[in-house]
Protein backbone atom coordinates (compact mmCIF):
# COMPACT_ATOMS: atom_id res chain seq x y z
CA UNK A 1 0.00 0.00 0.00
CA UNK A 2 2.53 2.86 0.70
CA UNK A 3 4.52 1.66 -1.94
CA UNK A 4 1.50 2.36 -4.55
CA UNK A 5 1.35 5.66 -2.32
CA UNK A 6 5.13 6.35 -3.35
CA UNK A 7 4.14 5.58 -7.20
CA UNK A 8 1.23 7.70 -7.58
CA UNK A 9 2.98 10.67 -5.22
CA UNK A 10 6.02 10.50 -7.56
CA UNK A 11 3.62 10.11 -10.66
CA UNK A 12 1.98 13.12 -9.76
CA UNK A 13 4.96 15.00 -9.17
CA UNK A 14 6.92 14.58 -12.16
CA UNK A 15 3.50 15.20 -14.16
CA UNK A 16 2.80 18.80 -12.34
CA UNK A 17 6.80 19.75 -12.69
CA UNK A 18 8.20 18.36 -15.71
CA UNK A 19 6.24 16.66 -18.57
CA UNK A 20 4.01 19.73 -19.27
CA UNK A 21 6.92 21.99 -20.03
CA UNK A 22 8.88 19.24 -22.36
CA UNK A 23 5.48 18.95 -24.01
CA UNK A 24 5.25 22.46 -24.62
CA UNK A 25 8.64 22.64 -25.78
CA UNK A 26 8.34 26.36 -24.45
CA UNK A 27 10.62 29.11 -26.25
CA UNK A 28 13.31 31.10 -23.87
CA UNK A 29 10.94 33.54 -21.66
CA UNK A 30 11.14 36.83 -23.85
CA UNK A 31 12.01 39.44 -20.62
CA UNK A 32 14.33 41.44 -21.51
CA UNK A 33 13.52 42.53 -25.14
CA UNK A 34 10.24 45.05 -23.92
CA UNK A 35 11.31 48.13 -21.84
CA UNK A 36 9.09 50.03 -19.89
CA UNK A 37 10.27 53.35 -20.25
CA UNK A 38 7.66 55.22 -18.48
CA UNK A 39 4.42 55.14 -16.46
CA UNK A 40 2.03 58.13 -16.23
CA UNK A 41 -0.70 58.54 -13.83
CA UNK A 42 -2.04 60.57 -10.79
CA UNK A 43 -1.30 59.46 -7.33
CA UNK A 44 -4.20 61.96 -5.84
CA UNK A 45 -7.04 63.36 -7.60
CA UNK A 46 -10.84 64.56 -7.02
CA UNK A 47 -13.57 62.16 -7.62
CA UNK A 48 -14.81 64.81 -10.66
CA UNK A 49 -11.65 63.72 -12.44
CA UNK A 50 -11.22 60.43 -14.52
CA UNK A 51 -7.83 58.71 -14.30
CA UNK A 52 -5.30 58.61 -17.27
CA UNK A 53 -2.94 55.82 -17.64
CA UNK A 54 0.21 57.08 -19.59
CA UNK A 55 3.52 55.24 -20.50
CA UNK A 56 6.03 54.82 -22.63
CA UNK A 57 7.38 51.43 -24.04
CA UNK A 58 10.49 50.25 -26.16
CA UNK A 59 8.72 48.14 -28.49
CA UNK A 60 10.61 45.04 -29.81
CA UNK A 61 9.61 43.26 -33.25
CA UNK A 62 6.05 42.01 -33.12
CA UNK A 63 3.19 42.90 -31.14
CA UNK A 64 3.24 43.22 -27.84
CA UNK A 65 0.19 43.46 -25.38
CA UNK A 66 -0.70 45.16 -22.45
CA UNK A 67 -3.53 45.07 -19.83
CA UNK A 68 -4.41 47.95 -17.29
CA UNK A 69 -6.39 46.40 -13.73
CA UNK A 70 -7.71 47.95 -10.98
CA UNK A 71 -7.86 46.49 -8.16
CA UNK A 72 -10.62 48.02 -5.46
CA UNK A 73 -10.81 46.33 -2.19
CA UNK A 74 -11.03 42.97 -3.03
CA UNK A 75 -12.52 43.44 -6.60
CA UNK A 76 -10.16 43.60 -9.22
CA UNK A 77 -11.17 44.87 -12.91
CA UNK A 78 -9.58 45.02 -16.33
CA UNK A 79 -10.26 48.51 -17.15
CA UNK A 80 -8.53 48.17 -20.62
CA UNK A 81 -5.97 46.21 -22.69
CA UNK A 82 -4.58 46.44 -26.31
CA UNK A 83 -2.48 45.55 -28.69
CA UNK A 84 1.00 47.41 -29.92
CA UNK A 85 2.99 46.64 -32.88
CA UNK A 86 7.15 47.02 -33.12
CA UNK A 87 9.56 47.66 -33.63
CA UNK A 88 8.70 51.16 -31.77
CA UNK A 89 9.20 53.62 -29.41
CA UNK A 90 5.55 54.07 -28.59
CA UNK A 91 4.32 56.90 -25.91
CA UNK A 92 0.65 57.70 -25.21
CA UNK A 93 -2.45 56.81 -23.41
CA UNK A 94 -2.81 53.33 -22.16
CA UNK A 95 -6.44 53.69 -20.66
CA UNK A 96 -8.63 55.96 -18.90
CA UNK A 97 -11.69 55.68 -16.65
CA UNK A 98 -13.13 56.85 -13.23
CA UNK A 99 -12.39 55.39 -9.92
CA UNK A 100 -14.84 56.39 -6.60
CA UNK A 101 -13.64 58.23 -3.64
CA UNK A 102 -11.01 55.59 -1.82
CA UNK A 103 -7.59 53.82 -2.52
CA UNK A 104 -7.45 52.31 -5.54
CA UNK A 105 -4.13 49.86 -6.90
CA UNK A 106 -3.25 50.61 -10.58
CA UNK A 107 -1.31 47.72 -12.46
CA UNK A 108 0.10 48.23 -15.80
CA UNK A 109 0.64 44.83 -17.55
CA UNK A 110 3.30 44.60 -20.37
CA UNK A 111 2.77 40.87 -22.37
CA UNK A 112 4.50 39.21 -25.09
CA UNK A 113 3.19 36.19 -26.96
CA UNK A 114 5.03 32.78 -25.11
CA UNK A 115 4.84 29.86 -27.34
CA UNK A 116 1.81 28.14 -27.83
CA UNK A 117 0.72 29.45 -24.36
CA UNK A 118 -0.80 32.59 -24.72
CA UNK A 119 0.61 35.53 -23.53
CA UNK A 120 3.16 35.95 -20.79
CA UNK A 121 3.84 38.93 -18.46
CA UNK A 122 6.94 40.34 -19.11
CA UNK A 123 6.83 43.80 -16.90
CA UNK A 124 4.89 45.23 -14.64
CA UNK A 125 4.27 48.30 -12.44
CA UNK A 126 1.57 48.77 -9.68
CA UNK A 127 0.90 52.15 -8.47
CA UNK A 128 -1.50 53.23 -5.50
CA UNK A 129 -4.16 56.23 -6.16
CA UNK A 130 -6.18 57.87 -4.20
CA UNK A 131 -9.47 59.66 -5.18
CA UNK A 132 -11.19 62.38 -2.76
CA UNK B 1 7.99 -1.89 2.99
CA UNK B 2 11.67 -2.84 1.77
CA UNK B 3 13.94 0.09 2.68
CA UNK B 4 14.68 -0.28 -1.04
CA UNK B 5 11.70 0.45 -2.44
CA UNK B 6 11.61 3.45 -0.34
CA UNK B 7 15.22 4.78 -1.42
CA UNK B 8 14.09 4.37 -4.88
CA UNK B 9 10.86 6.26 -4.31
CA UNK B 10 13.20 9.18 -3.07
CA UNK B 11 15.62 8.95 -5.55
CA UNK B 12 12.54 9.53 -8.15
CA UNK B 13 11.38 12.03 -6.64
CA UNK B 14 14.82 14.14 -6.54
CA UNK B 15 15.92 13.46 -10.11
CA UNK B 16 12.16 14.76 -11.06
CA UNK B 17 12.75 17.73 -9.48
CA UNK B 18 16.14 18.50 -10.65
CA UNK B 19 14.97 17.56 -14.31
CA UNK B 20 12.65 20.23 -14.14
CA UNK B 21 14.61 23.04 -12.31
CA UNK B 22 16.92 22.33 -15.13
CA UNK B 23 13.93 22.45 -17.63
CA UNK B 24 13.56 25.56 -15.89
CA UNK B 25 16.76 26.88 -16.39
CA UNK B 26 17.07 26.00 -20.07
CA UNK B 27 14.15 27.95 -20.86
CA UNK B 28 15.35 31.03 -19.60
CA UNK B 29 13.54 30.91 -15.99
CA UNK B 30 10.29 28.97 -14.19
CA UNK B 31 7.08 30.30 -15.53
CA UNK B 32 5.94 33.16 -13.81
CA UNK B 33 2.63 34.18 -12.53
CA UNK B 34 1.87 37.58 -12.94
CA UNK B 35 2.23 38.73 -9.07
CA UNK B 36 6.13 37.44 -9.75
CA UNK B 37 7.11 39.91 -12.07
CA UNK B 38 9.42 42.71 -11.11
CA UNK B 39 8.91 45.75 -12.05
CA UNK B 40 11.31 46.11 -15.40
CA UNK B 41 11.80 49.74 -15.96
CA UNK B 42 14.68 50.48 -18.81
CA UNK B 43 18.17 50.78 -17.80
CA UNK B 44 21.18 50.54 -19.84
CA UNK B 45 24.70 50.87 -19.36
CA UNK B 46 25.32 52.90 -22.28
CA UNK B 47 22.78 55.86 -21.70
CA UNK B 48 22.47 58.29 -24.17
CA UNK B 49 20.86 61.64 -22.57
CA UNK B 50 17.93 62.95 -25.01
CA UNK B 51 16.65 65.96 -24.89
CA UNK B 52 13.22 66.91 -23.71
CA UNK B 53 11.12 66.62 -27.14
CA UNK B 54 6.86 66.94 -27.99
CA UNK B 55 5.16 63.94 -29.63
CA UNK B 56 6.14 63.97 -33.30
CA UNK B 57 9.84 64.47 -32.26
CA UNK B 58 9.98 68.14 -31.79
CA UNK B 59 12.55 69.58 -29.40
CA UNK B 60 11.41 71.88 -26.70
CA UNK B 61 14.46 73.76 -26.11
CA UNK B 62 13.39 76.37 -23.34
CA UNK B 63 11.19 77.30 -25.81
CA UNK B 64 7.35 77.86 -25.02
CA UNK B 65 5.43 74.76 -26.34
CA UNK B 66 2.27 73.54 -26.49
CA UNK B 67 1.42 70.09 -25.69
CA UNK B 68 -2.18 69.37 -26.53
CA UNK B 69 -4.38 66.87 -24.70
CA UNK B 70 -3.16 63.97 -23.51
CA UNK B 71 0.23 64.03 -25.22
CA UNK B 72 3.60 63.52 -23.07
CA UNK B 73 6.61 65.61 -23.14
CA UNK B 74 9.73 63.48 -22.61
CA UNK B 75 13.09 63.34 -22.06
CA UNK B 76 16.45 60.85 -20.93
CA UNK B 77 18.54 61.62 -18.38
CA UNK B 78 21.25 59.27 -17.88
CA UNK B 79 22.66 61.64 -14.55
CA UNK B 80 21.15 63.08 -11.34
CA UNK B 81 19.60 65.91 -12.78
CA UNK B 82 17.36 68.82 -11.65
CA UNK B 83 14.53 70.25 -13.94
CA UNK B 84 12.60 72.82 -13.73
CA UNK B 85 10.15 74.61 -15.93
CA UNK B 86 7.23 76.58 -15.89
CA UNK B 87 3.51 75.18 -17.21
CA UNK B 88 0.10 75.70 -17.26
CA UNK B 89 -3.60 75.24 -18.25
CA UNK B 90 -3.62 75.21 -22.33
CA UNK B 91 -6.87 77.55 -21.77
CA UNK B 92 -7.56 80.12 -19.55
CA UNK B 93 -10.12 79.21 -16.83
CA UNK B 94 -9.44 75.33 -16.84
CA UNK B 95 -7.56 73.02 -15.24
CA UNK B 96 -4.50 70.54 -15.79
CA UNK B 97 -3.79 68.00 -13.62
CA UNK B 98 0.40 67.93 -14.16
CA UNK B 99 2.63 64.78 -13.27
CA UNK B 100 6.38 64.47 -13.83
CA UNK B 101 7.48 61.28 -14.02
CA UNK B 102 10.56 59.23 -13.49
CA UNK B 103 10.43 55.81 -14.76
CA UNK B 104 7.22 54.83 -12.43
CA UNK B 105 7.46 57.39 -9.86
CA UNK B 106 5.66 60.33 -9.56
CA UNK B 107 8.38 63.21 -8.80
CA UNK B 108 6.07 66.12 -9.12
CA UNK B 109 2.28 66.33 -9.14
CA UNK B 110 -0.63 69.43 -9.19
CA UNK B 111 -3.78 70.82 -9.73
CA UNK B 112 -3.00 73.82 -11.80
CA UNK B 113 -5.22 77.11 -12.94
CA UNK B 114 -2.57 79.18 -13.85
CA UNK B 115 1.22 79.33 -14.09
CA UNK B 116 3.26 77.37 -11.54
CA UNK B 117 7.04 77.11 -11.82
CA UNK B 118 8.58 73.74 -11.28
CA UNK B 119 11.75 72.80 -9.72
CA UNK B 120 12.34 68.05 -9.59
CA UNK B 121 15.66 66.23 -8.69
CA UNK B 122 15.58 63.21 -10.77
CA UNK B 123 17.24 60.53 -8.77
CA UNK B 124 19.49 59.22 -11.68
CA UNK B 125 19.45 57.62 -14.97
CA UNK B 126 15.98 56.81 -16.82
CA UNK B 127 13.26 58.83 -19.01
CA UNK B 128 11.30 61.81 -17.83
CA UNK B 129 7.20 62.19 -19.08
CA UNK B 130 5.13 65.26 -18.07
CA UNK B 131 1.67 65.57 -18.80
CA UNK B 132 -2.04 66.10 -18.03
CA UNK B 133 -2.89 63.06 -16.83
CA UNK B 134 -6.83 63.60 -15.70
CA UNK B 135 -10.14 64.85 -17.60
CA UNK B 136 -13.05 66.34 -15.82
CA UNK B 137 -15.81 63.60 -15.06
CA UNK B 138 -19.08 63.31 -16.98
CA UNK B 139 -18.17 65.81 -20.21
CA UNK B 140 -16.77 64.99 -23.75
CA UNK B 141 -12.69 65.31 -24.00
CA UNK B 142 -12.17 68.44 -24.79
CA UNK B 143 -9.12 68.42 -26.77
CA UNK B 144 -9.46 71.66 -27.96
CA UNK B 145 -9.23 72.93 -24.90
CA UNK B 146 -7.38 70.50 -22.60
CA UNK B 147 -3.28 70.45 -22.52
CA UNK B 148 -0.57 72.49 -21.32
CA UNK B 149 1.71 75.07 -21.88
CA UNK B 150 5.59 74.51 -21.11
CA UNK B 151 8.23 76.73 -20.83
CA UNK B 152 11.30 78.10 -19.64
CA UNK B 153 12.41 74.13 -19.29
CA UNK B 154 15.78 73.55 -18.46
CA UNK B 155 17.53 70.25 -17.28
CA UNK B 156 20.93 70.88 -15.23
CA UNK B 157 23.01 68.23 -13.19
CA UNK B 158 22.07 68.10 -9.43
CA UNK B 159 24.05 70.10 -7.03
Known amino acids: MVRVVIVVFAIALVVALGVPRIAARLPPVPVSDVALLSVLAPRQLGASEAVGVFAGIGLPTGTTSYRVRVCSGETCTTVRQGTLVGPAEWWGRLAIFELTPGHHEVTVFVLRPWGRLGDRTVARHVMEVVVH | ?159
Request: proline share 8%; aromatic share 6%; charged share 15%.
Open chain 2, 1 to 159: MPRSSMWAGFAFVLASIVASVAIDRANGGPPLAENGVPSAFHASDTCSEQPFSLPGGRRIDGARVELRGNGIARGLVCTPTRLTAIVEPRTIGAQAHVVVSWRGSSLWEALLEGPQRLAVEVPGQGWVAIGSVTIPTGTEVDLERSGLWISELSVAPSP
